[in-house]
């Protein structure tokens, strides 16, 4: 029988201690065999989830009841733990899960997919008429509220420019208004809870385009030509209203489909023709305002192709007395209609006239003689 040294020298060494001690050896070959080859064969992607669960197992597995030696080497087991206490270690030893990276929210701008059972999307485009191409440039979108406010007024909701257009709004109705330069229209269109509403609006629109000119193929300096366009109120043609003025020639107005009335003025006095043009929707209408108009200089001199008298008042009179045009100087210039004129030259208290004629597209000077 082998002996242990002890403290106070030796004592033999029980069989049922040498049976405990190759159980114990025995058992620790065992886990550090199985534990090797765990670690083999885990892929190395799991690597460190499965060594997560083997820490946490080995701690339950420790609590579960070790085995301690007393004085005698004899191995006792401790208590086993209850199963709040097991659940408690497994809940402390268990590493906390990675936060996965939320979702991105179901209506953005950038999606373009209304979130589930709020936003509704509405897509718009626009046409001159039924049988005309989308427009895809020009367009002036705006979506208001379909009530007024504490302020009388619609609450712009919003906007957007090009050709069509997107929105994303709450669902419910709204006046949505369609501008295309000066033309445009207004139609009550109901948004669908996460749905999505394509609408066509029809502008009944079309395009005009005016020139002038003196005679056929003599066009006049755009610098001293001038437009303003009426809106007549109602089909009678009776009551109208100014829509633009100062239009430039060949100027490309968008309208909507309809008749105005056009006022040209060649210089700013009384050479003006007037007409009524009629848009018809989906195409453009040129037309050329003919003037039968001329320029004028007038001259206060003392002979006949001599110097002009500074500081002299002028006034141009029709043959009926009425008052066309006034100006202080010694060349003053008019562009005045076609007819005959009567003009006033006071010059040191003294007071000279004379009578003259325009003729359309003869520009000339006028002298007036300060006989004494």
Do not use: C
């Not at 006949?304 to 002299?312: D, F, R």
Request: hydrophobic letters at 40%; aromatic letters at 6%; glycine letters at 10%.
């Amino acid at each position: 029988m082998r002996s242990v040294r002890s403290n106070g020298g030796f004592r033999p060494l029980h069989t049922t201690t040498r049976w405990w001690l190759r159980i114990a050896i025995l058992a620790s070959f065992l886990v550090a065999t199985n534990g090797a080859a765990l670690a083999q064969q885990a892929p190395q992607g799991e690597a460190s989830q499965t060594g997560a669960s083997q820490a946490s197992t080995s701690q339950a597995d420790d609590l579960a009841g070790d085995a301690r030696a007393d004085a005698n080497g004899v191995p006792i087991p401790t208590a086993k733990p209850t199963a709040d206490e097991r659940a408690l270690a497994l809940r402390t030893e268990t590493p906390e899960p990675r936060a996965l990276l939320s979702y991105a929210p179901a209506s953005t701008p950038e999606t373009g997919t209304p979130a589930e059972g709020h936003e509704g999307t509405l897509y718009l485009v626009s046409k001159l008429d039924s049988n005309s191409e989308p427009i895809d440039r020009g367009m002036t979108w705006r979506v208001y509220s379909d009530k007024a406010g504490d302020d009388g007024k619609l609450k712009l909701i919003a906007s957007a420019t090009g050709g069509d257009a997107e929105f994303r709004l709450q669902p419910g109705a709204y006046l949505v208004h369609a501008g295309y330069g000066y033309a445009g229209a207004t139609s009550r269109i109901t948004v669908g809870s996460s749905r999505v509403s394509s609408e066509t609006v029809i502008l009944n629109a079309g395009g005009l385009m005016l020139h002038a000119e003196i005679e056929q193929g003599v066009p006049l300096p755009a610098d001293q030509v001038h437009f303003k366009l009426y809106a007549y109120e109602d089909e009678s043609l009776q009551g109208r209203k100014l829509l633009l003025k100062n239009v430039k020639p060949d100027t490309m107005l968008r309208l909507n489909a309809g008749t105005y009335h056009v006022v040209s003025t060649y210089g700013n006095l009384n050479a003006q023709v007037r007409a009524d043009i009629r848009v018809q929707p989906g195409k453009l209408t040129e037309a050329t305002i003919y003037h039968k108009a001329a320029g004028v200089t007038l001259k206060l001199v003392n002979e006949s192709g001599g110097e002009a008298l500074a500081n002299t008042a002028w006034s141009v009179l029709t043959p009926g007395g009425d008052v066309v045009a006034q100006s202080v100087g010694a060349f003053p210039s008019f562009i005045l209609a076609e007819g005959d004129y009567t003009v006033v030259a006071k010059h040191n208290d003294q007071i000279y006239n004379r009578e003259f004629s325009v003729e359309a597209g003869i520009n000339r000077e006028v002298e007036v003689l300060a006989l004494r």
